[in-house]
């Protein structure tokens, strides 16, 4: 008797294997039936997604492209012909892989937030900061947002530097690209530093010293020979050797000072050189369409979005209420006795409710 209820218990489990599983024809059944579900949501979050964009402004960006110079040392030849080979050439701060991190740097923040903007929106002269644009007097989070409306990209492979601006408005995003790189020309003729000026400003220094003492040692000769007005016809060798000490002591020192002066001109065309120099390939454009929001994408994506969403929580919700159906009350039964046997607070519970009552 226990084999054949094992038996009939057993059969039936091929089937209940086969009516579990998914198919095409049940997904399009339930594609059919929840149409109207599936229908009514999308179109309600495409509608508010179409409503949030439309009420996104527009955003136009104005692109440049630079092309730094590279690092080669063009008075190699020059140095040759004064005897200076071995004077330190070009230091590699100018090498154009710094120009992004200079442009995203502070420094060239601050300059842009510092200027007043003056440009026509609607035939109207309009007046702008950053700070009014942002609504916003934090620096650091003006610093933010900077970052956010721009973008600086480097081509490895030619040095070409792209950098676009986008804001709310088209001439903003204009005077504001050609802002930064005015910033850019003031750091690197004003404020960057590198070997060649440097050693410019020592040799300026000691040329200038050498100079003095110069002077001083032909002052010195020409008051001893004030004293002694007969000196080139005087016997006195006292006399005859203070005079070659001096002379000697002038020839040294103009020597020293041709030195550093012939050295001194080679380290000012040497700082002019190392002035990097950028070559504006592009100009900052004028935009005219668009460039943001993407409405039309952002309302299809949203739409499919909503679709595949709702309709997995449909299917979910469908096959949940299948199963329950199929589970008979012994099933439920024996699902709550290995439950009490999982959970053992479970039972102690049940029993205390059942005592109560």
């Known amino acids: ?180 790189l005015t910033e850019l020309d003031n750091f690197n003729l004003y404020k960057r530093r590198s070997q060649a000026r440097n050693n410019e400003r020592y040799l300026a220094r000691e040329l200038a010293g050498r100079e003095s003492e110069l002077k001083a040692a032909e002052e010195k000769l020409e008051e001893f020979q004030n004293v002694n007005r007969d000196w080139d016809n005087s016997s006195d060798p006292e006399i005859q050797k203070t005079i070659m000490q001096l002379k000697r002591d002038i020839e040294i020192k103009t020597r020293a000072y041709l030195f550093l002066q012939e050295q001194h001109e080679l380290a000012k065309l040497e700082t002019q050189k190392d002035v990097p120099v950028v070559i504006l390939l592009d100009n900052p454009s004028l935009p005219i369409l668009k460039s943001g929001p993407p409405r039309a994408l952002s309302i299809i994506f949203s739409g499919t979005a909503a679709f595949f969403i709702t309709f997995f929580c449909l299917f979910i919700a469908d096959s949940l209420k299948k199963n329950k159906d199929d589970f008979s009350n012994q099933e439920w039964r024996s699902l709550g006795s290995d439950l009490k046997d999982a959970l053992p607070f479970l039972r102690r519970n049940i029993r205390a409710k059942e005592f109560v009552s």
């Open 1 to 180: 008797m226990r084999n054949r209820i094992t038996l009939k218990n057993s059969a039936p489990e091929p089937e209940k294997e086969h009516s579990n599983a998914i198919s095409l024809f049940e997904l399009a059944r339930l594609l059919i039936r929840k149409r109207m579900i599936l229908a009514i949501t999308v179109g309600t979050v495409m509608i508010l997604t179409a409503l949030i964009m439309f009420l996104i402004p527009n955003k136009y960006m104005s692109t440049a492209s630079i092309l730094p110079s590279g690092k080669s040392d063009k008075l190699s030849a020059l140095k040759e012909l004064t005897g200076m080979g071995n004077f330190p050439s070009i230091s590699e701060e100018n090498s154009s892989l710094l120009f992004p991190e200079i442009l995203k740097s502070n420094q060239i923040k601050e300059g842009v937030f510092d200027k007043e903007y003056t440009f026509t929106h609607d035939s109207q002269p309009t007046s702008l900061s950053f700070k009014k644009y942002f609504g916003e007097d934090n620096p650091e989070l003006l610093k933010r947002e900077f970052d956010k409306i721009t973008s600086v990209y480097m081509d490895k492979k030619t040095g070409l530097i792209k950098i676009s601006v986008e804001t709310k408005f088209p001439e903003l995003s204009q005077a504001v690209l050609s802002q930064m």
